[in-house]
């Protein structure tokens, strides 16, 4: 099923928490709404889900007008952030609901909803804890039967609200290789929220890169770090040093020094230089960015120094080698392997 | 009250974790200081409630087991005991759907004048249960603005069945609402849009998803509501009229009888609404020992 949202308006009591956004996803794709907190991104999933009423703008699911329907209607699996498990009820139970409260028409036979119901516990590898309560289970636990439960109403789409936020970092790492799996297994269409950009560059198709309730780019993980749009995704995607410059000439300057970068097709004036810390080349004095070490600090393989440019003006941030000799006030001079322009402003 | 009550119960259940030898514990006093403390305590809860308690009983029993039933069997006694529990047994039902309303509304909406709400709901308390039954007498009495219409409809409230009820749900409206707000507050709405996104309608959310998670400070609510419907005074009083056997309630009966020194009466009629109350009391620490396995239950292993 794909979705499409169109112009999408959302205020909360008049403060504007979603500023017209669209966005298509395509079906089966697995997609990750990127951004800070209050960019808009779980207003902009309820929204999809059904579980706001947007002020503007249309939602669509494939051809139909969703717009208008009910959340119960909408048929979305939604995996709340704190889980949200009924916590009176079984994990069975638990996973039993959707189908329990459908109207008798459509409720399949309590036998069959069982069946369904440990067949699902089966995909989540929770086999045997069908009896046990919600607070007997851990956070990595939880975090599946929710999965579960939202998979037994046979979604038309996926919805996860940052499914790992209350995780620790080792069963984040597994049940982000697991949710992929599960993805791939059911082919669903599943749009998930996330503030943390490892996760959404490792797991999803596509990027959404969100801030202040405006999509800033959407793009495959690739095209979001390698090509950012504007100087908000560079920041926010990866690490990032930026430095103001000037274009003359084709080339780049700064502090009245070629520093041995092109800018064939930009305009005369002032821009700003973003680039990577890691994506660098140390080179001998002469057309390049110089600077003289002002702190430096281990980080895992690699010394991250912070270079003053021009005086205690400026500061970037590379990375050496770790054995490499820079003590505080060395000189170093290097020039970034990739790099993006923006105009100043 | 209900404040109070709880904090007792909060001293009494220590955690399971803490440590057998507490000496040893920064915090603790010499023995002879917790000694004294529970002494002052027990004495303290002896000649204020134990004493008075049995006082009631042996008055009650004073002139023998005959005088005592008799006191529930004469007619007066027998139409204020039923009064009481026919005015509870409204005030107490009306009270549950009220308060889970107003819990809910509370607790799960925004809106505005919720704090004016919440104020209003904190008004009974607050209020003395005298003015609340005078504010029904010139609200409905005979020379109230709605007096006609009443009379038009032949319906008496004042100095009878109805107002005695209007007033005991006046006074008693707080305890379930009072009880439930914290808790749906602290409960949120996630499992509710949970269960919404399952599909389930309005009605199947509230039955199955939110009823069960404010049951037990639901009962608890209701204990509480009832205990002080059947022993409410002031407001009943002023709005009874006092019309023996007919809309006498047992308190207003008790008054009646210790007045025209019918001691033994007036003592055997409190005994039995002392018991009820201690029914109720008992019926509430049962909940609690209940109540407190279902949380060990659920955050065990």
Redesign the interface.
Known sequence: MDIRVQNLRKEFSRYPALNDVSLAVKSGELIALLGPSGSGKTTLLRLIAGLERPTDGRIFFGDEDASGKSVQERNVGFVFQSYALFRHMSVLENVAFGLKVRPRATRPHRSEIRRRALELLDLVQLSGLDKRFPQQLSGGQRQRVALARALAIEPRVLLLDEPFGALDAQVRKELRKWLREIHDRTGHTTVFVTHDQEEALELADRLVVMSQGKIEQVGSPDAVYDTPDNPFVFGFIGESSALPVEVDNGELWVGGRVIGLAAPDTPKGHAQLFFRPHDVELVPEGAAIAGVVAASRRVGGTRRVELEIGGAAQRVEIDLPFDHPAGEQTRIAFRPKRYRLYPAG | MAQYEQDIAVYDSRRPDEPPDAHSRPTSEPAWVKWTLIAIAVLFLAALLLLPLLTVFTQALSKGLGAFFAAFTEPAGAAAIRLTLLVAAIAVPLNLVFGVCAAWAVAKYEFWGKSFLTTLIDIPFSVSPVISGMIYVILFGANSVLSPYLKDAHLQIVFAVPGIVLATIFVTFPFVARELIPLMQDQGT??E?????????GW?TFW??TL??IRWGLLYGVLLCNARAMGEFGAVSVISGHIRGKTNTMPLHIELLFDSYNFAGAFAMASLLALLALVTLIAKTLLELRYGDHLA?????
């Open positions: 996630a499992e849009e949970a269960a919404l996104s399952l599909g389930a309608n199947q199955r998803v069960p998670n239950a659920t955050r065990r292993h």
